[in-house]
Structures are given as structure tokens and as C-alpha cells.
């Protein structure tokens, strides 16, 4: 089998890769699999031709597909199966892959036409079903899948479950069973209370079967309440997905992240003030995708016209002075990414009043240095986040201006982009960055595709997460 190098991708293919697994929580490596994965199923022709009476149940995949799950849907006899017919449409809606058994009581209810027609797939009422038993198809419904859903899981069929009966395909393919049983019990409220049933559920609850509902609310039966109405379809998808589609820590959880955003404000007097035109777009963009990737966001803003990012706290600053003290109280942190825009100079002593305009010369505007943050912290002796990454924006030899700042501040990374009025950059919502990374003496480049600000955050973010992780592996364990 041949094999791929994903650094000796085109940069727009990396780029792209970058920005689609950051999206989707994996590796690169691992999208590239999906991709490759999703391209071989979604081929017109078939890979190979199988013989036909091998075809005729063709066999699902091997491994767990989170990208395509499979679930074996017992739909027991009671009212409630009619509400499982819209169960198949919501997980079909979601990706997921459902092969269905019906019991000979839930064949009152609805039938093997409506859930193959919503399913896409045959379905099994049979456990001496010739067209599937000849290689014990029932082991193969128990098997070849990742959960198995019971709805609605009747009183007969949980006790027949609790004692272990295999005396149709339904109780079978349960007892069969390797995969984890989700069941969606639906009864009356009398027989949901009778301490026969409460018997079976506690068993089965010992066996490591889980349950969702059964609600509280109005029966089938005129007249009665009480708890044993199916759980509604969308519950039990979301409690399918917990099995099939388990959340994956973030990337960055566990992580403190400071991020500096916007322009600063530096007083004249009362009333004026000297600016730049950041519109802070890039930097909340960052702590949006920080967030999403699990870390703790300090987000600290100058003046911006920006909602705070959703689970991020925003300290609002005005000049870069209340910038550096923001930015000191919110150490320690592992990551800091200085985004801001802080102005360069401030006037040396701000007017108390308002300035007037008179005849006689233009009031001098004396300047002086404002503190660099971004260098400040990285050359901290103590408390230094772990990575440092700072912005430069030029307008002019954007890499080596980039490259002489990287050494200069002396922080990790520097994202340098072009913000020449052409480029539309400053107040846009687009981007064209080059990522600088010093490793020892060298300085590694590179370059990124045009991508909205949204984007260029997330695959930094991704990039982030790979720093760390390296960082991670090459450090020696104690
Ligand atoms: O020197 P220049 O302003 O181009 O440097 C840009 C980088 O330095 C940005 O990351 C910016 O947030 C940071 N910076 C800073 N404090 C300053 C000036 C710039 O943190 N006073």
C-alpha cells in the first residue's frame, strides 16, 4: 500500500485539510481518512462485483463509522411504534444507518413496507426467515451494528430480555447481542409501576442496558395518565448519539488562553483621542474557535463594536497601558495570542480640559512610547505562557518585517498579515496570513490561502493544537 505524506501537500490542499479537521475535532491524518472514506462509499459503482447471492444482504462495514453509524431498531408491539417510524426518518435525517426487526405484535401496529420504505433497507420479522438465516442472520443484526435501539420496548419484551428468552427474533437477536442495548420502554402506567416490571428493569439496568423515558403525560387510553409514554423520537436520538456520537474532549480543554483584540484609545484629552482602524473581527474570531475547542477564554478588548464570544469573558480596556495591567492580571495562562492593535505611542500628558483652538500656535502634541505587551510578556522571566504568538500587520516586506519582529518581541509565533487599503484587510472579513514559527534559530513559513477571519481562526487554533500536543509528546515524563 502506498503512502501519503501530508506535508508534502500542495499549501491550499494543507491549508484545507487544516481548516476541515480543526472543524470536525480530528487529526489531519484522520481526515484524510474520512475524506478518502467518504469518497470510496459515495462512488457510483460499486468497488467490486459481488455474486449475487452474496449481494443480496450486502454486509455493513466492520469498524464503528462515526460518520455513518448503524443501528439495529427493535420496534416492540405497542401504540407508541407508530411514533418509531418517525424514529427511523430522524436518525436516517442524522447519517445514521438503520436496519429494522419488527415483532409479530408490533406487525399490528405498523408495517415491515412503512419501516423498509423509511429505512432503505430489508427488514426482519423472522427468526427461521430462510433469505437471512441460512448464515444466522439473527447473530449478524446482533452484531453488525454499533447500538441497538428497543422502541417502544414493551413489558413482554423487557421481561423476555430480564430472563434471557430467545424464542423469536426480537429476543434473539437481543440475547445475541455484543453492542450496547438503548431501550425506550412504553406501557401503561399500571404495568410500568407493577414491581414485576420494576423487577426486570432493575435487572436490566444491572446488566448495563440503558434506558430513555419512559414520560410522564396522557395515554393511549381515554381517560389515563401517568408515566409509560414513549420517550418522543428526537429524546431517543439524542441518547443514540450519546453512544454513537460521543463528544471528544476539545482540542485546547484544559487550556487557559489570553487573547488581546482590537485597537486602543489613547487619550488626547477629555474628549479626543488617537486610534487605528481595528475593527477586532480577527481576534474575537480567535477566541470564538479557543472556545469551541474547549479552552478558557480571556478575551482582552479595546474599544470594539463586538458581541463577547459565547463563553468567553471579555475585559474592556481603552489604552494600551489598561491593556498591559489587564493582561498581567489574567496570568497565568498557557496560551496568549496578541491580536490587538494597541497604538504605539500615547500623548505624553493628556489635556485635563478639552483643548481650545486659538490663534496663536497648534497645541503640540508631545509622544511618547507605550508599552509593548506582546514583548513584555514574552521576555517574562517568570509566568511566561508556555506560547506566545503576536501579529504583525505591515504593509510593506510583510515576511521580513515579520521575521526581524518574531526575533525582536520574542514570542513563538508570529501571524503576519498585509493590511495595505487594497488588501481590504483592516475592518474586513477576510485574510491572507503567513504563519511564522521560530525553532531555535530558523523561522518556518507558512503561507495561507485567502480565508474569511472565522477560518483563519480556526486553523490557528488547530495549528495551536498540534504545538501543544508535539509539545506535549517531546517532553520527558517524570
Ligand atoms: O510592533 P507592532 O505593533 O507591529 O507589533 C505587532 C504585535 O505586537 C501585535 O501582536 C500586537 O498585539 C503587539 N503589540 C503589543 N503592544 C504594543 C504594540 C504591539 O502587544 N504596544
Request: charged share 25%; net charge negative; hydrophobic share 45%.
Given at each position: 500500500?502506498?503512502?501519503?505524506?501530508?506535508?508534502?501537500?500542495?499549501?491550499?490542499?494543507k491549508a484545507y485539510l487544516r481548516l476541515r479537521s480543526a472543524q470536525n475535532g480530528r487529526s489531519v491524518e484522520?481526515?484524510?481518512?474520512?475524506?478518502?472514506?467518504?469518497?470510496?462509499?459515495?462512488?457510483?459503482?460499486?468497488?467490486?462485483?459481488?455474486?449475487?447471492?452474496?449481494?443480496?444482504?450486502?454486509?455493513?462495514?466492520?469498524?464503528?463509522?462515526?460518520?455513518?453509524?448503524?443501528?439495529?431498531?427493535?420496534?416492540?408491539?405497542?401504540?407508541?411504534?407508530?411514533?418509531?417510524?418517525?424514529?427511523?426518518?430522524?436518525?436516517?435525517?442524522?447519517?445514521?444507518?438503520?436496519?429494522?426487526?419488527?415483532?409479530?405484535?408490533?406487525?399490528?401496529?405498523?408495517?415491515?413496507?412503512?419501516?423498509?420504505?423509511?429505512?432503505?433497507?430489508?427488514?426482519?420479522?423472522?427468526?427461521?426467515?430462510?433469505?437471512?438465516?441460512?448464515?444466522?442472520?439473527?447473530?449478524?443484526?446482533?452484531?453488525?451494528?454499533?447500538?441497538?435501539?428497543?422502541?417502544?420496548?414493551?413489558?413482554?419484551?423487557?421481561?423476555?430480555?430480564?430472563?434471557?428468552?430467545?424464542?423469536?427474533?426480537?429476543?434473539?437477536?437481543?440475547?445475541?447481542?455484543?453492542?450496547?442495548?438503548?431501550?425506550?420502554?412504553?406501557?401503561?402506567?399500571?404495568?410500568?409501576?407493577?414491581?414485576?416490571?420494576?423487577?426486570?428493569?432493575?435487572?436490566?439496568?444491572?446488566?448495563?442496558?440503558?434506558?430513555?423515558?419512559?414520560?410522564?403525560?396522557?395515554?393511549?387510553?381515554?381517560?389515563?395518565?401517568?408515566?409509560?409514554?414513549?420517550?418522543?423520537?428526537?429524546?431517543?436520538?439524542?441518547?443514540?448519539?450519546?453512544?454513537?456520537?460521543?463528544?471528544?474532549?476539545?482540542?485546547?480543554?484544559?487550556?487557559?488562553?489570553?487573547?488581546?483584540?482590537?485597537?486602543?484609545?489613547?487619550?488626547?484629552?477629555?474628549?479626543?483621542?488617537?486610534?487605528?482602524?481595528?475593527?477586532?473581527?480577527?481576534?474575537?474570531?480567535?477566541?470564538?474557535?479557543?472556545?469551541?475547542?474547549?479552552?478558557?477564554?480571556?478575551?482582552?478588548?479595546?474599544?470594539?463594536?463586538?458581541?463577547?464570544?459565547?463563553?468567553?469573558?471579555?475585559?474592556?480596556?481603552?489604552?494600551?497601558?489598561?491593556?498591559?495591567?489587564?493582561?498581567?492580571?489574567?496570568?497565568?495562562?498557557?496560551?496568549?495570542?496578541?491580536?490587538?492593535?494597541?497604538?504605539?505611542?500615547?500623548?505624553?500628558?493628556?489635556?485635563?480640559?478639552?483643548?481650545?483652538?486659538?490663534?496663536?500656535?497648534?497645541?503640540?502634541?508631545?509622544?511618547?512610547?507605550?508599552?509593548?505587551?506582546?514583548?513584555?510578556?514574552?521576555?517574562?522571566?517568570?509566568?511566561?505562557?508556555?506560547?506566545?504568538?503576536?501579529?504583525?500587520?505591515?504593509?510593506?516586506?510583510?515576511?521580513?518585517?515579520?521575521?526581524?519582529?518574531?526575533?525582536?518581541?520574542?514570542?513563538?509565533?508570529?501571524?503576519?498579515?498585509?493590511?495595505?487599503?487594497?488588501?481590504?484587510?483592516?475592518?474586513?472579513?477576510?485574510?491572507?496570513?503567513?504563519?511564522?514559527?521560530?525553532?531555535?534559530?530558523?523561522?518556518?513559513?507558512?503561507?495561507?490561502?485567502?480565508?474569511?477571519?472565522?477560518?483563519?481562526?480556526?486553523?490557528?487554533?488547530?495549528?495551536?493544537?498540534?504545538?501543544?500536543?508535539?509539545?506535549?509528546?517531546?517532553?520527558?515524563?517524570?
Amino acid at each position: 500500500m502506498a503512502s501519503l505524506t501530508v506535508r508534502k501537500l500542495d499549501e491550499a490542499i494543507k491549508a484545507y485539510l487544516r481548516l476541515r479537521s480543526a472543524q470536525n475535532g480530528r487529526s489531519v491524518e484522520e481526515e484524510v481518512r474520512v475524506i478518502l472514506r467518504e469518497y470510496v462509499q459515495g462512488r457510483p459503482e460499486p468497488l467490486s462485483t459481488l455474486p449475487a447471492e452474496m449481494s443480496a444482504e450486502p454486509a455493513w462495514p466492520e469498524n464503528i463509522s462515526t460518520a455513518e453509524p448503524r443501528v439495529t431498531l427493535i420496534i416492540g408491539g405497542g401504540i407508541a411504534a407508530y411514533k418509531s417510524l418517525d424514529l427511523i426518518r430522524r436518525l436516517k435525517e442524522r447519517h445514521i444507518r438503520v436496519r429494522c426487526v419488527l415483532t409479530h405484535a408490533a406487525q399490528h401496529f405498523v408495517t415491515p413496507l412503512a419501516a423498509s420504505a423509511l429505512s432503505g433497507e430489508r427488514v426482519h420479522t423472522d427468526l427461521f426467515d430462510p433469505h437471512s438465516e441460512f448464515d444466522a442472520g439473527h447473530i449478524r443484526l446482533a452484531r453488525d451494528c454499533d447500538l441497538i435501539v428497543v422502541a417502544p420496548a414493551t413489558a413482554d419484551l423487557m421481561s423476555k430480555m430480564a430472563q434471557g428468552a430467545a424464542d423469536d427474533l426480537a429476543s434473539a437477536v437481543l440475547l445475541a447481542a455484543t453492542r450496547p442495548i438503548l431501550l425506550a420502554p412504553a406501557m401503561n402506567p399500571a404495568m410500568w409501576s407493577n414491581a414485576a416490571t420494576r423487577r426486570n428493569v432493575a435487572e436490566l439496568e444491572r446488566d448495563g442496558v440503558a434506558l430513555v423515558g419512559p414520560n410522564a403525560g396522557e395515554m393511549a387510553e381515554a381517560g389515563e395518565a401517568g408515566t409509560g409514554r414513549m420517550a418522543e423520537p428526537l429524546e431517543i436520538v439524542a441518547a443514540a448519539e450519546r453512544f454513537l456520537r460521543p463528544k471528544k474532549p476539545g482540542l485546547l480543554s484544559g487550556k487557559r488562553i489570553l487573547i488581546t483584540a482590537g485597537p486602543t484609545h489613547e487619550p488626547i484629552d477629555p474628549v479626543r483621542y488617537i486610534a487605528n482602524r481595528s475593527s477586532g473581527k480577527q481576534g474575537f474570531a480567535i477566541a470564538a474557535a479557543a472556545r469551541a475547542a474547549g479552552a478558557e477564554v480571556v478575551l482582552v478588548a479595546g474599544p470594539v463594536e463586538l458581541d463577547a464570544p459565547k463563553g468567553v469573558s471579555v475585559v474592556h480596556v481603552e489604552s494600551a497601558r489598561d491593556m498591559l495591567r489587564a493582561v498581567e492580571a489574567a496570568l497565568p495562562v498557557d496560551i496568549a495570542i496578541f491580536a490587538a492593535a494597541v497604538a504605539d505611542w500615547r500623548v505624553m500628558s493628556q489635556g485635563e480640559q478639552k483643548l481650545k483652538k486659538t490663534d496663536a500656535a497648534m497645541p503640540p502634541l508631545q509622544l511618547v512610547e507605550n508599552p509593548d505587551i506582546l514583548a513584555t510578556i514574552s521576555h517574562r522571566a517568570e509566568g511566561r505562557p508556555s506560547l506566545v504568538i503576536g501579529f504583525a500587520a505591515e504593509t510593506e516586506h510583510l515576511i521580513d518585517n515579520a521575521k526581524s519582529k518574531l526575533r525582536r518581541k520574542g514570542c513563538d509565533w508570529i501571524v503576519a498579515n498585509d493590511v495595505s487599503p487594497a488588501t481590504g484587510v483592516m475592518g474586513g472579513d477576510r485574510n491572507t496570513v503567513h504563519l511564522l514559527r521560530r525553532d531555535g534559530d530558523t523561522i518556518g513559513l507558512d503561507s495561507w490561502p485567502v480565508m474569511t477571519k472565522e477560518q483563519v481562526a480556526v486553523a490557528l487554533v488547530a495549528e495551536i493544537a498540534r504545538g501543544v500536543s508535539e509539545r506535549a509528546e517531546s517532553e520527558p515524563t517524570t
